[in-house]
């Protein structure tokens, strides 16, 4: 079975600090697409940031990135220079070669003034 | 652009009741792929459409559909709804050309209440 798993249910951080959010996961497939996104009290599912499996090289957007180990099998997420706006419920998700997203049960991530 | 909208945004229903929720993808948006959040959860997908096709289906049972439209709109139907029905409903839209790991963009949802 193809599982995703996110540890952190909360985590809270001083504005400007840097966070890091865990996912790992499980899965049999080689080539697979992985993807933050956050979901703020408004509802809607945001794309944070999105890493090809087949690619070395870490992704980065902005004060966004993400340190993909694939033999881990970890996915987690960085965020530099946190600000009030990135208070949210981040979810990873996998793309596993199929039509569907598979999520974890997400972090919900509160920045402090 | 305009991004993925969904209505209505909120809806209560009773049980056994039937519910229709809507969906329009991006503009050149050709799949569109539906997903239940139950509070506290991610969400969990339910369909998705391609050129109006049905091209997968979660673990949800008979009594949810699906269809899209030429335009490329979907409605997702709910029949005999159930308490455990309550949720979030995500819609996301992705091109559609035929790489089935495409990032998907979504809506704001419709939450559905069932009392």
């Known amino acids: 079975a193809q599982t995703v798993t996110q540890s952190q249910p909360e985590m809270s951080v001083q504005e400007a600090e840097t966070v890091t959010l865990s996912c790992t996961y499980d899965?049999?497939?080689?080539?697979?697409?992985l993807f933050w996104y956050k979901q703020p009290p408004s509802r809607q599912m945001i794309l944070v940031i999105r890493?090809?499996?087949?690619?070395?090289q870490n992704a980065t957007e902005n004060r966004f990135s993400v340190n993909f180990q694939k033999a881990a099998k970890s996915f987690s997420l960085k965020i530099s220079d946190s600000q009030l706006g990135d208070t949210a419920m981040y979810f990873c998700?996998?793309?596993?070669?199929?039509?569907?997203?598979?999520f974890g049960t997400g972090t919900r991530l509160t920045i402090i003034p | 652009d305009a991004g993925v909208t969904q209505s209505p945004t909120h809806l209560i229903k009773t049980r056994g009741q039937q519910v229709t929720l809507r969906c329009s993808p991006i503009s050149g948006h050709k799949s569109v792929s539906w997903y239940q959040q139950v509070l506290g959860q991610g969400p969990q997908f339910i369909f998705q459409y391609y050129e109006k096709e049905e091209r997968g289906r979660g673990n949800f049972p008979d009594r949810f559909s699906a269809r899209q439209f030429p335009n490329y709109s979907s409605e997702l139907n709910v029949n005999a709804l159930l308490l455990g029905d309550s949720a979030l409903y995500l819609c996301a839209s992705s091109k559609g050309t035929g790489v089935s790991q495409e990032t998907q963009y979504f809506g704001p949802g419709t939450r559905l209440l069932v009392l």
């Open positions: 890493q090809e499996a087949y690619k070395q």
């Open positions: 998700a996998f793309n596993f070669g199929n039509e569907k997203l598979t």
């Open positions: 899965t049999s497939e080689n080539n697979y697409y």
